[in-house]
């Protein structure tokens, strides 16, 4: 079945079965920044914003996002032109691997989007469903604060 | 050629259409994907319906079957319970599973690491069903978890909270070994002001939501009763006690017990 969604911004048609997962989709039309973790909704690897909420697309039948508005890592920035949550992830030193980063930095940009000046309790909240496994989580906890500071003085 | 259709449907007339069909009623879908979808002819996506309605009723609440566990976390109305709801609602899961996991999908499915179906067993919600004829069936939860295989056909459409829930306090047990671990342990502990009624509700010790109505009986009867009181009321009910690879019956025995007394000493009705 077709299925037509709005994908960073542009308006996509995909081909997908109906008990495909979105992840396998995603990856599948080149958003290869949405990786496979657990495939099970427990590591956050894959997360993605849909209608701007946070989900993890692996728990996602793919039909479900037809006439949705999704967001990747892909559409927040760019190589030349980062957004300021990248900036802050970057600058503060909490990539090693990258595995969890795309789906920790969609889930600093829905936080930031409803919370621009997020509590360190908060924001351990709204990054509780992505996991890492190099880092220990406390340079992304200061990315993300870092991050808010420089939204809040760019608005 | 595509065997399963996959379907918007646009008011609960069309997902009723497809109760007596090979369908799945697809809500959260968080735990759609232990089962397998392939042997269905039809996935029916709930969300379609955007039946995410929070009311209050007087003093009571409705909720429409999809609202998501995330809508209860970040519960912005002044009800009572609000602070356990929200506390409910964190123990869930994690962020973007919240966003999907839906109070209807989490009351049909009851997975272990249920929190709401416990909750609202305790606050004598009752729930609206509806069969493939539109025609409507209201039962307690309890009702319902005693006989879930009959209403296998069955959309639920609406959980409604009884205006009394507003009389109670409200304590909740929740034991995780670790943060990431969504195996709970769990129960809710309701008692009005003078502590003359009780709700007490295990979650996942027992496979569905398991009111301990003898317990509950014991203490609106004497007032004040003894840990063995506590203890040989618990033990009638091993049977009813899960046993599994995370936790074994004895352990799960064990941690209610404890807890059960720890809570009710702190309510000061053990003699």
């Given at each position: 079945m077709k299925i037509k969604s709005i994908i960073n911004g542009k308006e996509v048609e995909m081909e997908v079965s109906p008990t495909e997962k979105l992840v396998d989709v995603l990856r599948r039309y080149g958003y290869k920044s949405v990786k496979k973790g657990c495939d099970n909704g427990d590591c956050g690897s894959c997360s993605i914003l849909m209608d701007g909420e946070l989900v993890t697309s692996c728990t996602i039948l793919a039909p479900r996002a037809h006439n949705k508005t999704i967001m990747t890592v892909e559409g927040l920035g760019t190589k030349t032109k980062p957004h300021a949550i990248q900036e802050a992830y970057v600058e503060s030193a909490t990539v090693q691997c990258g595995y969890c980063i795309p789906g920790s930095i969609l889930a600093t940009k829905a936080l930031l989007d409803e919370n621009p000046d997020p509590t360190e309790g908060e924001i351990k909240e709204a990054l509780d469903g992505n996991l890492c496994r190099c880092t220990g989580y406390v340079k992304r906890i200061t990315a993300v604060q870092d991050a808010a500071k420089r939204m809040r003085e760019e608005s | 050629m595509e065997k399963i259709t996959f379907v918007y449907p646009q008011n609960q007339q069309e997902v009723l259409s497809y109760l007596d069909k090979n369908a799945l009623l697809y809500?959260?879908?968080?735990?759609?994907?232990?089962?397998?979808?392939?042997?269905?002819?039809f996935i029916v996506d709930l969300s379609s319906l955007n039946n995410k309605a929070i009311n209050v009723k007087g003093k009571g609440l409705e909720l429409e079957s999809g609202v998501s566990i995330a809508q209860l976390r970040k519960l912005k109305l002044d009800i009572p319970h609000k602070e356990l709801i929200q506390q409910l609602g964190l123990d869930t899961a994690s962020t973007p599973l919240r966003n999907q996991i839906t109070i209807g999908g989490s009351i049909v499915q009851c997975p272990y690491w249920s929190n709401f179906p416990v909750y609202l067993v305790a606050m004598d919600a009752s729930l609206t069903l509806n069969d493939v004829n539109g025609d409507q069936t209201e039962l307690s939860m309890s009702e319902y978890y005693a006989d879930q295989q009959k209403y296998k056909k069955y959309y639920l459409s609406k959980i409604t909270i009884p205006e009394t829930y507003g009389n109670y306090e409200s304590s909740y047990f929740c034991f995780k070994e670790t943060h990431f671990d969504y195996s709970t342990l769990n129960y809710v502990l309701l008692y009005n002001k003078d502590k003359s009624d009780y709700r007490i509700v295990l979650g996942a010790f027992t496979r569905f939501p398991y009111q301990l109505t003898e317990l509950e009986n014991l203490l609106k009867e004497k007032k004040k009763i003894s840990e063995k009181d506590i203890e040989s009321t618990i033990d009638k009910i091993q049977d009813s006690i899960r046993n599994d690879i995370r936790f074994t019956k004895e352990y799960r025995l064990d941690i209610l017990k404890r807890q059960l007394i720890s809570d009710l000493k702190e309510l000061e009705v053990i003699a």
């Amino acid at each position: 079945m077709k299925i037509k969604s709005i994908i960073n911004g542009k308006e996509v048609e995909m081909e997908v079965s109906p008990t495909e997962k979105l992840v396998d989709v995603l990856r599948r039309y080149g958003y290869k920044s949405v990786k496979k973790g657990c495939d099970n909704g427990d590591c956050g690897s894959c997360s993605i914003l849909m209608d701007g909420e946070l989900v993890t697309s692996c728990t996602i039948l793919a039909p479900r996002a037809h006439n949705k508005t999704i967001m990747t890592v892909e559409g927040l920035g760019t190589k030349t032109k980062p957004h300021a949550i990248q900036e802050a992830y970057v600058e503060s030193a909490t990539v090693q691997c990258g595995y969890c980063i795309p789906g920790s930095i969609l889930a600093t940009k829905a936080l930031l989007d409803e919370n621009p000046d997020p509590t360190e309790g908060e924001i351990k909240e709204a990054l509780d469903g992505n996991l890492c496994r190099c880092t220990g989580y406390v340079k992304r906890i200061t990315a993300v604060q870092d991050a808010a500071k420089r939204m809040r003085e760019e608005s | 050629m595509e065997k399963i259709t996959f379907v918007y449907p646009q008011n609960q007339q069309e997902v009723l259409s497809y109760l007596d069909k090979n369908a799945l009623l697809y809500a959260g879908g968080t735990s759609i994907f232990k089962r397998k979808l392939d042997r269905f002819d039809f996935i029916v996506d709930l969300s379609s319906l955007n039946n995410k309605a929070i009311n209050v009723k007087g003093k009571g609440l409705e909720l429409e079957s999809g609202v998501s566990i995330a809508q209860l976390r970040k519960l912005k109305l002044d009800i009572p319970h609000k602070e356990l709801i929200q506390q409910l609602g964190l123990d869930t899961a994690s962020t973007p599973l919240r966003n999907q996991i839906t109070i209807g999908g989490s009351i049909v499915q009851c997975p272990y690491w249920s929190n709401f179906p416990v909750y609202l067993v305790a606050m004598d919600a009752s729930l609206t069903l509806n069969d493939v004829n539109g025609d409507q069936t209201e039962l307690s939860m309890s009702e319902y978890y005693a006989d879930q295989q009959k209403y296998k056909k069955y959309y639920l459409s609406k959980i409604t909270i009884p205006e009394t829930y507003g009389n109670y306090e409200s304590s909740y047990f929740c034991f995780k070994e670790t943060h990431f671990d969504y195996s709970t342990l769990n129960y809710v502990l309701l008692y009005n002001k003078d502590k003359s009624d009780y709700r007490i509700v295990l979650g996942a010790f027992t496979r569905f939501p398991y009111q301990l109505t003898e317990l509950e009986n014991l203490l609106k009867e004497k007032k004040k009763i003894s840990e063995k009181d506590i203890e040989s009321t618990i033990d009638k009910i091993q049977d009813s006690i899960r046993n599994d690879i995370r936790f074994t019956k004895e352990y799960r025995l064990d941690i209610l017990k404890r807890q059960l007394i720890s809570d009710l000493k702190e309510l000061e009705v053990i003699a």
